[in-house]
């Protein structure tokens, strides 16, 4: 029984990271993901990015700029393919190689 109150005052913790992490970021990255991508693909990348921001918890509660890592990750290469989803290159035959954008 004690693991699984381990476990979940953990879950816990992420979960008070994460709303957080999301109060903090949201804001910039839906301005900056719409400017850049229009209000439809730009509201979808941020949900992608929230999403995989989640999935990265532990990388990205430590960073200094977590804002700016995030906005910066699918030119970067390392959320290419939320941008590429989310834009439907795929569905083209257009999606840059990862790591080349």
Request: glycine share 10%; hydrophobic share 45%.
């Amino acid at each position: 029984m004690i693991d699984g109150v381990r476990a979940r005052r953990v879950a816990d913790d992420d979960d008070v990271a994460f709303t957080a992490l999301v109060a903090a970021v949201e804001p910039p990255l839906r301005r900056a993901f719409v400017a850049a991508y229009g209000a439809d693909a730009g509201r979808e990348t941020l949900a992608d990015v929230l999403a995989w921001a989640w999935e990265h918890l532990d990388r990205v509660r430590g960073l200094d700029n977590p804002a700016g890592y995030l906005v910066d990750g699918p030119r970067r290469g390392d959320l290419a393919e939320v941008t590429v989803d989310v834009l439907g290159l795929h569905d083209h035959g257009c999606a840059p190689e990862r790591g080349t954008t």
